[in-house]
């Protein structure tokens, strides 16, 4: 199997529609977060922006973590399918849940980045500029909410866990990222 980055559009959103575990949510959002960096990447290089370097790590990042999430979920299925009587099993699920939060948080850290970066740039850039900056600030957003997302779901029965808390952040400073960058003054 090849990476994402090497497989064609059309067979990655075959592979995502299979009734398969994986690819998920996930990896589909740490995909919109490589598509989001792209587009500000582009957006930067047109402006003469020195962001577009930073851009492209984000968006080779955002590949890893797709990548990573391909498997992130199968500790936490096998840890389900332990017996019920077995007393290591809450313990385990709760381990591989934790552990399993760890690249949607990165993905949600990523695509806030994203965000915030964009919404700089689409800021400063003239029109025919601003609506790709746009599009992958708005693209990053949802790729942090949909992954912050995850993290809650993983680590709903720990609600004190830091990955939570920093999940969260990470969504705000998005939302708050395209909240500015939709501001009609920039």
């Known amino acids: 199997m090849h990476g994402f980055a090497d497989r064609p559009l ?3 959103l075959e592979e995502f529609a299979a009734s398969t575990p994986a690819p998920g949510g996930g990896s589909a959002a740490a995909c919109a977060c490589a598509l989001a960096a792209t587009l500000v990447e582009m957006a930067a290089a047109l402006e003469g922006s020195g962001e577009g370097e930073r851009m492209r790590i984000l968006r080779e990042h955002a590949l890893e973590l797709a990548e990573r999430e391909l498997s992130s979920y199968a500790p936490v299925l096998e840890a389900r399918r332990l017996s019920r009587d077995d007393p290591a099993r809450p313990g385990r699920i709760e381990a591989a ?10 993905i949600a850290e990523a695509a806030s980045e ?16 601003r609506g790709d900056a746009l599009a992958g ?7 942090a909410a949909a992954a912050a997302s995850l993290v809650e779901i993983n680590l709903e029965g720990q609600p004190d866990a830091e990955e939570l808390a920093r999940a969260h952040e ?4 998005a939302a708050a990222a395209r909240r500015t960058a939709l501001r009609p003054d920039g």
Request: proline letters at 5%; charged letters at 10%; aromatic letters at 0%.
């Open 97 to 106: 849940l934790a552990d399993a939060s760890a690249a949607p948080l990165a």
């Open 10 to 12: 059309a067979s990655l």
């Open 170 to 173: 990470a969504a705000a400073r």
């Open 137 to 143: 600030v708005l693209l990053a957003e949802a790729a």
């Open 114 to 129: 994203v965000a915030e970066l964009g919404a700089g740039l689409a800021a400063q850039a003239g029109p025919a500029i």
